[in-house]
């Protein structure tokens, strides 16, 4: 029987998780504990993040962890993050340690600039429609005042808008280019108002608007963070080898993409978890991101690398369009607190945290990556996956994290162990 449903959103909580049991679940008595096993019990809370989507049938549980040691241009911070995989906290950690006692991560905001279009087709006259656009600047503009009233108080609005002739990719195809300034919102509703504004305006009857929509590709909304010491103080037996292997690392992934997609994969696990963290939009920063990555036309390393004069120079150039008012980052009480965590940043601050939380994540992998191998760290932790799973009492797990000490974990070797440890 077909289980295509009408008016499922009409239903009350509690009937659209009946409703899922019954058809998908042949109506097992724990799965609907499962889905109310995480509910609020504060009700007014629940109420919050059920109105936050649709059809909310519960909450999704992700770690909330904290990365201390963090110095930014001087300035210290404990990070907050949100992220299921383990090691990453521990890597941004002892990362951030690592760098606090070498000078801190240095970070600048290079330009915040974000970029809307109204899409439209045009069969007439070129010059007719440049002198039409530029009769009509001043209208559009005009369109948006009650739009931008609020954000130009606070310093920002529309910069430019631009007309753009894309017919020799796709025939009759024009655009409204319009950059923005939002401060320190994110600015997505902003912007899209101001473009649907703008297209109201401008269209006539041989101006044919496809879409208006703001770009989530933001070349210039772009963030740098480096760090950087003499070879000798990188630590370690061999320094400078250690130097030149880390900075092959970095020529590998600049070079050949199937590299380089891990490596910045590696990068985005300690910005996401931050994005996450502050109630900013993931799927937004990874899809600008990995865009500005391949901007070159080859995919390639978000991060940089130099020896030069005896100094080990590390650095992370990204583009991050980020808010931190407006948006969840207000409603959600985690993402506020995250905020209040990391001392109320700007927008152009929290850019510079997330970079370095960013450039602290890729250096640990390179660290792991390029001298003992990733496999060690993890290891470590599956193995006490596996104790505590075994129920290990802590002198066990100390015992055996002893006896597995450069040896390889498996799951039948560590059970071996342990059930030799008990008798
Ligand atoms: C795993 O989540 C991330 C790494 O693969 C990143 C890298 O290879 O650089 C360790």
Redo the contacts with the bound molecule.
Sequence with gaps: MSKIISGFSKLTKEEKIKWLAANYFNNQPEIINTIKQYWNVDEKLQQLHDDFIENTISNFYMPYGVAPNFIINGKEYVIPMVVE?SS?VAAASLVAKFWSSRGGFKAEVISTQKIGQVHFMYEGDKTELTQYFESKKNDLLSATTSITRNMEKRGGGILDVELVDKTDKLANYYQLHVTFETVDSMGANFINSCLEAMAKEFRNDEIEVVMSILSNYVPECLVRAEVSCKVEEMGGEYPQKFAKKFCQAIQIAEIEPYRAV??N???M?GIDAVVLATGNDFRAIEAGVHAYAAKSGTYKSLTHCEVKDGIFRFWIEIPLALGTVGGLTSLHPMAKLSLDMLQKPSARELMMIMATAGLAQ?FA??R??TTKG?QHGHMKMHLMNILNQLGANESEKKEIATYFDGKTVSHSAVVEKYNKIKK
């Design positions: 995989e990453v891990t490596h994969k590696g990068i696990n890729n992998a390179l792991a990556l990733i």
